[in-house]
């Protein structure tokens, strides 16, 4: 049973352009939830989705960043006109049922912004 | 406001002596409480984990203490290894809050270096 993938596992984007990240979630998981990790940090919540909604934006900049989960498909992470501030770790977790049991974490994708 | 937070930066622990990890949490509201293992460029992995309803957890080589009123939480690594080198997190979720949809709140983290 494959864990939880994400792709690219390292992105380097200039100054302007569009990040994508992706995300599979465990095979039957259908709950997804993205973390940013700057250096020397803890990972900060972003937003959690299940197939086709998002739930909780909370921790989403207001600008410039979007997530997607539709029916068929990775989850995606995407992030418009980067700048160098958004560079940092981001990690997908999927869980079974969305509260309360545990979340899997996926290896990360490391943005660069330069 | 809401914050996870380790006592200690870095933990520096002789191979085969036990590790103390130290998290204190200011939400009084949460209920559910998880240690993450990070190794350098991985991803978080699931250390184990223990609810408000409990005060104490065993797992393989590890125990979780959860100390509710003074808020917090502590990860004992028995006969540490080097394997066990990384980053060790806290996090904390209040499971039975209205409206709560899973996110996890992390610490800061504290690194555990084991000398051999």
Same mark, same amino acid.
């Given at each position: 049973?494959?864990?939880?993938?994400?792709?690219?596992?390292?992105?380097?984007?200039?100054r302007g352009?569009?990040?994508?990240?992706?995300?599979?979630?465990?095979? !039957?998981?259908?709950?997804?939830?993205?973390?940013?990790?700057? #250096?020397? =940090? /803890?990972?900060?919540?972003?937003?959690?989705? @299940?197939?086709?909604?998002?739930?909780?934006?909370? !921790?989403?900049?207001?600008?410039?960043?979007?997530?997607?989960? #539709?029916? =068929? /498909?990775?989850?995606?992470?995407?992030?418009? @006109?980067?700048?160098r501030?958004?560079?940092a770790?981001y990690?997908?977790?999927?869980?079974?049922?969305?509260?309360?049991?545990?979340?899997?974490?996926?290896?990360?994708?490391?943005?660069?912004?330069? | 406001g809401?914050?996870v937070?380790?006592?200690?930066?870095?933990?520096?622990?002789?191979?085969?002596?036990?590790?103390?990890?130290?998290?204190?949490?200011?939400?009084?509201?949460?209920?559910?409480?998880?240690w993450?293992?990070?190794?350098?460029?991985?991803?978080?992995?699931?250390?184990?984990?223990?609810?408000?309803?409990?005060?104490?957890?065993?797992?393989?080589?590890?125990?979780?203490?959860?100390?509710?009123?003074?808020?917090?939480?502590?990860?004992?690594?028995?006969?540490?290894?080097?394997?066990?080198?990384?980053?060790?997190?806290?996090?904390?979720?209040?499971?039975?809050i209205s409206?709560?949809?899973?996110?996890?709140?992390?610490?800061?983290?504290?690194?555990?270096?084991?000398?051999?």
């Amino acid at each position: 049973n494959a864990g939880v993938m994400q792709n690219p596992r390292h992105l380097v984007r200039r100054r302007g352009q569009e990040a994508r990240l992706r995300c599979s979630p465990m095979k !039957g998981h259908s709950h997804v939830y993205w973390y940013r990790q700057l #250096p020397e =940090e /803890g990972l900060k919540f972003m937003v959690y989705l @299940q197939k086709e909604n998002i739930i909780d934006e909370s !921790g989403m900049p207001k600008e410039r960043f979007s997530a997607e989960f #539709p029916k =068929e /498909g990775p989850s995606i992470l995407r992030i418009q @006109q980067v700048v160098r501030g958004d560079s940092a770790a981001y990690f997908c977790a999927s869980s079974l049922t969305g509260t309360g049991d545990e979340q899997y974490f996926g290896p990360g994708t490391r943005l660069t912004v330069t | 406001g809401e914050s996870v937070g380790l006592h200690l930066p870095t933990l520096s622990v002789q191979e085969g002596d036990n590790s103390i990890i130290n998290c204190a949490y200011s939400n009084s509201a949460s209920d559910y409480f998880i240690w993450y293992k990070q190794e350098s460029g991985k991803g978080p992995q699931f250390i184990i984990d223990i609810r408000s309803n409990m005060d104490k957890r065993q797992g393989q080589r590890v125990t979780v203490l959860l100390n509710k009123t003074v808020k917090h939480l502590s990860l004992q690594i028995a006969a540490t290894q080097p394997g066990d080198s990384a980053v060790y997190f806290c996090a904390e979720n209040a499971l039975q809050i209205s409206g709560n949809t899973g996110k996890l709140i992390f610490g800061q983290g504290t690194t555990l270096q084991v000398k051999p």
